[in-house]
């Protein structure tokens, strides 16, 4: 089952600025191999369920173990049965269909 | 590594009433033996992170197999390293902190 | 335009315990006479949009009073231009259904 | 009061392919003038709360007019009382962050 989620993770009480946290993250998506995309409030990734679902827990488990005592994660999680779509053809069909509508 | 979720499901193009796809959920995760709560939007589990996790797979499995041609999951998150807590401390420190502050 | 909506407000870098800015929301929603029900993961809230928005817009005016310096929210918003529904409907009709189903 | 929102809207009930109501709301943010960027699980807003807020409420409704009985909208909505910040920061912070891990 292919899947794209948007993650999004918040460390509780390590400070106002996330980055190090968040960096953390991109490198273990990255380093799983997963097509993700970073924006300004979450990444999109996308695979088939387990390695995703896979790379959220094991960003869970990292933080954790780099000190962060609490953890909430707010995760979109998108699956279609009917035909297969890239987190690319998503945000593309909007823009093409706005350009159409504007000739 | 516990979990505690809020688990909300959404099927696409099956009509309005989304009853008959919530309720397989349930039995979904109750099948599992997983400590859960309805809510008016959403469901709450908690649990080791594998088997919650694999509950809202199987629900995606399942609402698809059912017909759902497409399926978008909101799903919160909560891990800590701190201590543990359930489901019903969580609001219960809520309601026992107001009714201390109003006494 | 009535709206249900899940609401989960969480404040950074304010401890790993956020019961007493969960309490003051509830208080600020009760406050304003909406109709919500606390849960494990957040406080779903019904109403007119107007005020419900007001709600949390207060939720996180009042929040950075109290000191805290981020907050993230997570809002699920429900609409329906064919029928009204409240709160408890939603949750009720699903356990009807499962209720009929294994008589 | 500042914000940096993800709006993600949910049509049920109109098929699997999204776009033209995506499409619509995307019109309707640029419409208001507010700094906006889509991504392929929803739209980055910022601007002040009011008009941000006013704009997800315009999407509701328009969505509802073209025929829409039921929305689901997740929203993820940030404040900050320490410092001001855009949504090109959030991104960029973590970038730059990461670049210079690797040197």
Redesign the interface.
């Known amino acids: 089952?292919k899947v794209?989620?948007?993650f999004?993770i918040?460390?509780?009480?390590?400070?106002?600025?996330?980055?190090?946290y968040?960096?953390e993250c991109?490198?273990i998506i990255a380093d799983m191999g997963l097509s993700h995309?970073?924006?300004?409030?979450?990444t999109?990734i996308?695979g088939e369920?387990e390695p995703v679902?896979e790379a959220?827990?094991r960003c869970?488990?990292r933080l954790?173990e780099m000190g962060?005592?609490?953890?909430?994660?707010?995760?979109?999680?998108?699956?279609?049965?009917?035909k297969e779509q890239t987190?690319?053809d998503?945000?593309e069909?909007?823009?093409a269909?706005?350009a159409k509508?504007s000739q």
Not at 10 to 20: A, I, R, V, W, Y
């Open positions: 089952m794209i989620v948007d999004c918040t460390p509780l009480n390590m400070g106002t600025s996330l980055t190090p968040i960096a991109q490198l995309q970073l924006h300004a409030y979450g999109n996308e369920w679902m959220v827990k869970h488990a954790h962060v005592p609490r953890l909430s994660t707010q995760l979109k999680i998108g699956t279609r049965s009917d987190m690319a998503k945000a069909h909007v823009q269909f706005i509508q």
